[in-house]
Every structure is written in structure tokens, then in C-alpha cells.
């Protein structure tokens, strides 16, 4: 049984920062990209950032220079430290992780969802 779990979301005005942390547990073999996306309501989900394996990134135009993401492959875990908030971020943030169980092929887990509201 795989899980995804994310953690760091809430209420933060504009102009302030949080740090969303996503942890992976379970019988896993191996974990590669991962990604945090979010979706706000009457919007399709988007890719936010994403981080391969060992450490490559890319951002979405309207968060780079704000947010950054990282990992800790010892951990099982990704974060999301995102600065200089703006009430546009403000949606449901997800964690999506490719992970590999032994003698399975990789496939996308996904978590269920942190909740980040910026204030104007």
C-alpha cells in the first residue's frame, strides 16, 4: 500500500509564504518525478512545478522566482516553498508522485489535496 500525504497548507495573506511538504510511504521500490499541481474552482488542475529524480525542475511562468520546489529522496519527500503569495495561488495543491513497486510498472499516486487560500 502506497501513500502520498501532503501537509503545509492554510490561510496566509498577500505577500506572505508557506511550505507545502508531500511525504511518500509504503512498499516502495523506487520514486521518480514528482510534481505539485493545483486546481481552483471553475479551473482545469495544473502543473505548478515539477522535479525529476535527481533534482531538474521547471515552473510554471506565473510562479517562477516565487516558488521552489525540492526533494529528499532519503525521506520520500517533496516540498513546495512558496514566497511572495499572491490571492491568484490561492486553490487546492496536490502532490503527484511516479513510483515503482517491485515487479509492478511505474505509475502516478497522487495525494489528497492541501488547501492554500491567500488574502488580499
Known amino acids: 500500500q502506497v501513500q502520498v500525504v501532503e501537509s503545509g497548507g492554510g490561510l496566509v495573506q498577500a505577500g506572505g509564504s508557506l511550505r507545502l511538504s508531500c511525504a511518500v510511504s509504503?512498499?516502495?521500490?523506487?520514486?521518480?518525478?514528482m510534481g505539485w499541481y493545483r486546481q481552483s474552482p471553475g479551473k482545469q488542475r495544473e502543473l505548478v512545478a515539477s522535479?525529476?529524480?535527481?533534482?531538474?525542475?521547471d515552473y510554471i511562468d506565473s510562479v517562477k522566482g516565487r516558488f521552489t520546489i525540492s526533494r529528499d529522496n532519503a525521506k520520500n519527500t517533496v516540498y513546495l516553498q512558496m514566497n511572495s503569495l499572491k490571492p491568484e495561488d490561492t486553490a487546492v495543491y496536490y502532490c503527484?508522485?511516479?513510483?515503482?513497486?517491485?515487479?509492478?510498472?511505474?505509475?502516478?499516486?497522487w495525494g489528497q489535496g492541501t488547501q492554500v487560500t491567500v488574502s488580499s
Open positions: 503527484k508522485a511516479n513510483i515503482r513497486i517491485v515487479d509492478l510498472p511505474i505509475r502516478e499516486y
Open positions: 522535479i525529476a529524480k535527481y533534482g531538474s525542475t
Open positions: 509504503g512498499r516502495i521500490f523506487s520514486i521518480d518525478a
